[in-house]
C-alpha cells in the first residue's frame, strides 16, 4: 500500500480520537446549537450527495426544498413566501440586505440596525458596501423606535427588527418598526434565526394568539431569516430565507448559462439537499405540537433556573422572552472563567456586561440543578 494511504480501521481511530476532544453539548450553556433529532441525521444522510445548486439533476430535492419553504411560509403567515434554504443566519441576513440593496438606486446606501443586532450585519455592511447604522436600546432591551427613526435619512434602504436576540432573547417591536418601514417606504428585515423557531411555540398567554408580532402577519415585513439548525432541531448548516414575494429573489438572480436551470439567486452555487432534506423530515415528524413540547420544557426549565438564581440573588437584566438569560451578576467574566473550571461553558453579554446561558433542549433538569448550584457559589466567593 502506498505510504500516503491509511486503512479504514486507523482513519476511523484518528477521527473518534478528535471527536473525543469537542466538547459535548450537555454542560454547553452558550450555544444556540444542539443535537439535532436523529430523523434530521437519517435524512441528510440520505441525501449527503445532492446538489441543489444545480435542481435539474435533482428534482426531488428541489421539490423537498419547495415543501420546506412552504411549511416555513405557513408557520411564519405567509402562504407564499418565496425564498430559499441557506446555510444559516449570516447568509440568510447577507441576501436580504442584498435583495433590498440591488432593490434600491442609492449610491451611497444604509440600514438602520439595533445595537443588539448579530455580527453577521457588520459582515454584510463590509460585503455589499452598506452603512450599517447601529440604534440604541430602550431599558427592556428592545430597540429605541425613537433612535431608529432618528437615524434613518434619504439614503436608508432598509430597517432590521429581531425577533430573538443573540444575546437576550429579546424581541424587538416588529409592528411599530413595520408602521415606521412603511410610513418611510423603506424594506423590513426580520432577523429571527434564532427566535423563529421559538416564538411561535411559546406556551399561549391569551387562548391561541400569540402576544408575539414578528412574522409576514405584519404588513411592513418584507423579508425573515429564521433557522432549522438552531431551535429547529435540524442539521449544521441549515438556515431559511423567506421573502415576503417572488420579486425579492429575483433581485438576486444571476444567468447560469451551463447548468440545468438557467438563473440562480443563490449565495452559494453548490449546495447540499442535505440541509433540506433533514429540515423537512424533523419539520413533518414533530409538527406543531413536537416543537410546542421542545419549547414549553425549554422555557419550564429557564423559568426555573432564573428562579433558583434569584435565590442566590441574582437577578436576570430582563424577564426571560425565550430560553436565552442574561444575568446581572457583579463580575461576568470572572463568573465565566469560574465556571468553566467546574465544567460548564456559558458566554458574556456586550452592553449590559452580564452572563448569558442559553437553555437548549439539550440540557437536562439535573444539570441545571448542579449548574445553579456552582453558579451561586461562583458568585458567593467572587
Ligand atoms: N442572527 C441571530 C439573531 C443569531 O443569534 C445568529 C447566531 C445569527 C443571526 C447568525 O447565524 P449563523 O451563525 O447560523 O450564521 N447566533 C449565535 C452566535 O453567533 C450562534 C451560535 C451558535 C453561537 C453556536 C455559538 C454557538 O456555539 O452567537
Known sequence: MNRDCMDEKAIESILNDLKSEDTPYERVLSSMCTYPHPIAVKACTQFIGTNLGDPGLFAGTAEIEREVVRMMGA???NPDAHGYITTGGTESNIQAMHAIRNACKN???NIIVPESAHFSFDKLGDLLGLDVRKADLDSDLKVDLGSVESLINKDTVGIVGIAGTTEF???DPIRELSELAMSKGVFLHVDAAFGGFVIPFLPKAHGHVSEFEFDFAIPGVTSLASDPHKMGFSVIPSGGLLF???SYLSRLSVDTPYLT???QQTLTGTRSGAS?????AVFKYLGRAGYEKIVGRC???TRELVARAREFNIKPLIDPVMNVVALDVPDADLARSELKKRGWIVSTTREPRALRLVVMPHLTRENMLMFTDDLGEVVKNG
Open 261 to 263: 436551470v438557467t438563473s
Open 276 to 280: 433540506a432534506a433533514a429540515a423537512y
Open 299 to 301: 422555557m419550564e426549565l
Open 107 to 109: 449610491t451611497a446606501p
Open 169 to 171: 432573547g429579546q424581541i
Open 244 to 246: 415576503r414575494d417572488h
Open 75 to 77: 408557520l411564519f403567515n
